[in-house]
């Protein structure tokens, strides 16, 4: 019964090579976000969508790029990944993006950069 | 700015016995208080949440917190933890003022101890 799925669950890439993670939600929810959380630090918002709209954070490094090509599903892609990179990325998603509405997360991607 | 504090780091606690997570935020407005866990391996999970009304909120698997305006706390409690709430708890707010979004402390490490 899982609701927001992300593939895969562990991605190991190299330096600079690009990588693609992948997240799909079964809620038909209108909003999707992605968090990016390294060791022992809060989850920190990089986007989201709503709907088709992209909104991008101001302090999302360029290198972070993403796609939702329909409702349900939402990409997130690191072009040039560096060792700074290496986080869990968490995808979340919200009926609406009002300061209400609850964000149901799925359960992460780690990524290993060598 | 809006900012979440959660002033334990690691919490260790003996099974059945009570428990306090403390989280603290600032904000000058009306907000919005989560609390989410995430047990190894998988997503953030909703807890509880305070949007209006009552200040003490009851949630999941026993836990409650209760909101505090004049100290700006959101402090979880539960008063008899089992083996199983071994997790990471997350505080989080959101309002007007963050834009909507959610801002995330960085975690307390409960570890139950049978």
């Known amino acids: 019964d899982a609701m927001v799925i992300q593939n895969p669950r562990y991605q190991v890439t190299q330096f600079g090579k690009p990588v693609t993670l992948s997240c799909s939600q079964t809620l038909n929810h209108n909003v999707m976000y992605w968090y990016q959380q390294k060791s022992s630090q809060a989850p920190k918002l990089l986007f989201h969508?709503?709907?088709?709209?992209?909104?991008n954070e101001a302090d999302t490094p360029d290198n972070f790029q993403s796609r939702r090509p329909n409702t349900s599903f939402c990409f997130l892609d690191i072009r040039s990944p560096g060792l700074g990179d290496a986080a869990m990325y968490l995808c979340?998603?919200?009926?609406?993006?009002?300061?209400?509405?609850?964000?149901?997360f799925g359960p992460g991607t780690r990524l290993t950069v060598l | 700015a809006q900012s979440v504090t959660q002033l334990d780091s690691q919490v260790p606690v003996f099974e059945e016995a009570p428990v306090e997570l403390r989280c603290n935020y600032s904000s000058s407005v009306s907000v919005y208080l989560f609390w989410y866990v995430q047990y190894p391996n998988q997503g953030l999970q909703l807890l509880l949440k305070?949007?209006?009304?009552?200040?003490l909120v009851k949630g999941i698997n026993g836990f409650e917190a209760e909101f505090n305006k004049s100290q700006t706390s959101f402090h979880l409690r539960k008063p008899s933890v089992h083996i199983s709430d071994t997790a990471e708890y997350f505080c989080a707010v959101s309002g007007v003022d963050t834009g909507n979004q959610f801002y995330f402390g960085t975690g307390t490490s409960l570890t139950v101890i049978p």
């Open positions: 979340a998603t919200s009926r609406e993006r009002g300061a209400t509405d609850t964000q149901y």
């Open positions: 305070y949007l209006s009304g009552s200040t």
């Open positions: 969508y709503y709907d088709k709209d992209f909104n």
